[in-house]
């Protein structure tokens, strides 16, 4: 059983029942149970084409589902337009599925959140995780954003703006997270960069392919993440980083500044310096400064901590850091960073330790472990 086939499938599949005319809801449950019959099919009884079985038993899924005195009317409208089996097109609708959940009928908060969840293959708590909420927040934001769509036809698809936030979020999981889902993304991305002449699309794309040209470079062969200062900048993809560089420069020629090109920017300001100590880290804390004033987000502020710690000195990112919240996802790790480069080693390995606790995954907890543990031994204890 071929279970990538079966999620790669999924967004089409999905597609097509919601372009057949069935509320995303109940279209998103019967592909959902087309799933679990072909598990238990298909190992004795592989289709000849499976997106076109999938389809069909989904269909017949919402059929089903939908069968009731009062949608009895509505069932036999529908009844005709059953797909039979025999190939499907083999189109990609992801990107369009993309858009169709971007619906104007929902926050771009909660657009965003229907997206990884019924699309992007997120759990709720990474989705929870992205946005700096509790699982339990994420998981009534996803139901409410189900409910409101709930019998919406999908013939008006969201903005720009949502989509590229998804895919950003969606690259993050997969570049960072237990789900490898960078290369969806990147792909995606090919494909709006190509139908949408946009400088933040363009800035997306450099930056995907700049930070996933480091890649290679950023585990070790045990599996251990390997930081940025330290990594063989010989393994880093230079074919990716030059053409993330031309996009970016393309975009950034039509002083159009947003977001995505501003970290494009930095990553791009990381990938042209030979080694770490010739990183130009204030330039970098000028690109900081200028994401700040676009986003004004916590993470950012964040990061641009870290930068002035280089750029300035630990004590001067110290201060930086002491202006944000410490329940700050890796606030403690960065705490635990700057207080290691300010030579405080007892409470650099303390907040190693505590950052650990807090890790979003098991090879960040390992390597903060291993921080920890590297201090605490070149102190005797």
Request: proline share 5%.
């Amino acid at each position: 059983m071929d279970e990538a086939l079966l999620r790669s499938l999924t967004p089409s599949v999905l597609t097509v029942l919601v372009r057949r005319g069935a509320d995303f809801a109940a279209a998103e449950d019967a592909v959902q149970d087309a799933l679990v019959e072909a598990l238990r099919v298909w190992p004795a009884d592989p289709p000849r084409d499976a997106k076109g079985w999938l389809v069909t038993v989904a269909w017949r899924k919402f059929l089903d589902a939908t069968r009731s005195d009062t949608a009895r009317r509505r069932r036999e409208d529908r009844a005709e337009e059953e797909p039979a089996p025999g190939p499907a097109p083999a189109l990609d609708d992801t990107l369009q599925l993309y858009f169709l959940c971007a619906h104007p009928s929902l926050t771009p908060a909660s657009a965003v959140a229907l997206t990884l969840r019924a699309v992007g293959g997120l759990t709720t708590r990474q989705i929870a995780e992205a946005y700096l909420v509790p699982e339990a927040t994420m998981a009534q934001r996803i139901s409410r954003a189900k409910r409101t769509v709930s019998g919406v036809r999908f013939d008006q698809p969201g903005d720009v703006a949502t989509v590229l936030r998804v895919l950003y979020l969606v690259f993050n999981e997969g570049y960072s997270g237990d789900v490898d889902l960078a290369a969806e993304a990147i792909r995606l991305t090919r494909q709006l960069a190509t139908a949408i002449d946009h400088p933040e699309v363009a800035g997306l794309l450099a930056l995907m392919l700049l930070h996933h040209a480091r890649r290679a470079a950023r585990t070790a062969s045990d599996g251990s993440l390997v930081p940025l200062a330290e990594q063989d900048r010989g393994r880093w993809d230079t074919a990716s980083i030059a053409e993330g560089v031309v996009i970016l420069q393309t975009a950034l020629a039509r002083d159009r500044l947003g977001e995505f090109q501003a970290q494009a920017a930095i990553a791009a300001l990381h990938a042209d310096a030979p080694t770490a100590e010739e990183t130009d880290w204030v330039q970098i804390v000028e690109w900081y400064d200028e994401l700040v004033r676009l986003t004004d987000s916590p993470v950012v502020r964040l990061n641009r901590a870290v930068a002035v710690g280089e750029a300035d000195g630990a004590r001067a990112g110290l201060a930086a850091l002491a202006e944000l919240d410490p329940s700050l996802p890796r606030h403690a790790a960065v705490a635990a960073y700057l207080h290691e480069r300010d030579g405080d080693l007892g409470t650099a390995a303390r907040l190693y330790a505590e950052a650990a606790r807090r890790a979003p995954n098991l090879a960040e907890r390992d390597h903060l472990m291993r921080q920890a543990a590297r201090l605490n031994a070149g102190r005797g204890c």
